[in-house]
């Protein structure tokens, strides 16, 4: 499965202390994407399952966890994969958010065995494009087009509480190759962070300079 990055316990993105899993890989370029580091289709990225979903089963029950959240890059196109990944966690955890580029109706057309059976097994799909220009700042969706839609009514009232209670944040997680900025970041958030890092070069002897390596992480495919 291609995975781009998973982390734990992430804040945003769905209620309550998550595990965060980007897929690697999506063909939509949506003008504005927040993730583009995510969409090459890199086998590079390929982890076995048999190694990948244990270790997933293992963070998942290593500290409290009240929500999964997929995301990318798009789920929908490793969908067998996403399918076997959620058969496996889903005993740990009810509580699991998808994002997705595609509609629920075209998710539904398409006949995917596979596909019904992520479905199936999500509680709550954020479906559809991302477009830019509908980026109104809303927790939880990265664009007003794209739908909240409970699939599980059990968890709707947790959800609307988080919708409620606030407004977007963006978690920061530090990694080997720099900091992981996780939250639907507003419009144009990258554009800025490559012309201002926000970090500033130091003048002090000895002369050494920190780039910033930033990566922010939208609110997935959409
Ligand atoms: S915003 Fe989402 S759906 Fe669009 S290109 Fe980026 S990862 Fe893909």
Not at 112 to 136: H, I, M
Request: aromatic share 4%; proline share 9%.
């Amino acid at each position: 499965m291609r995975i781009g990055r998973i982390l734990f316990p992430v804040r945003e993105l769905g209620p309550g202390s998550r595990l965060g899993i980007w897929v690697q890989g999506c063909l939509r370029a949506c003008p504005g994407c927040a993730n583009p580091e995510l969409q090459a289709m890199d086998e590079k990225q390929d982890i076995p399952e048999d190694i990948l979903f244990p270790m997933l089963c293992t963070a998942a029950a290593a500290g409290r966890l009240d929500g999964i959240t997929v995301t990318g890059g798009e789920p929908m196109l490793q969908a067998g994969a996403v399918r076997r990944m959620l058969e496996a966690l889903r005993p740990l955890c009810g509580d699991v958010l998808v994002y997705t580029g595609f509609t629920i109706g075209e998710l539904r057309a398409s006949g995917d065995p596979d596909v019904a059976g992520v479905l199936a097994r999500t509680s709550v799909l954020v479906d559809g494009e991302y477009r830019a220009a509908e980026n109104r700042g809303e927790r939880l969706r990265g664009s007003a087009n794209q739908r909240i839609i409970f699939l599980d009514e059990a968890v709707r009232p947790r959800y609307e509480a988080y919708m409620r209670a606030g407004s977007r944040i963006i978690d920061s997680f530090v990694a080997v190759n720099g900091i992981v900025s996780v939250g639907i970041h507003p419009p144009e958030f990258r554009k800025r962070l490559d012309r201002d890092p926000g970090i500033p070069p130091r003048t002090d002897p000895p002369r050494r300079e920190t780039p910033a390596n930033a990566v922010p992480e939208g609110g997935g495919p959409g």
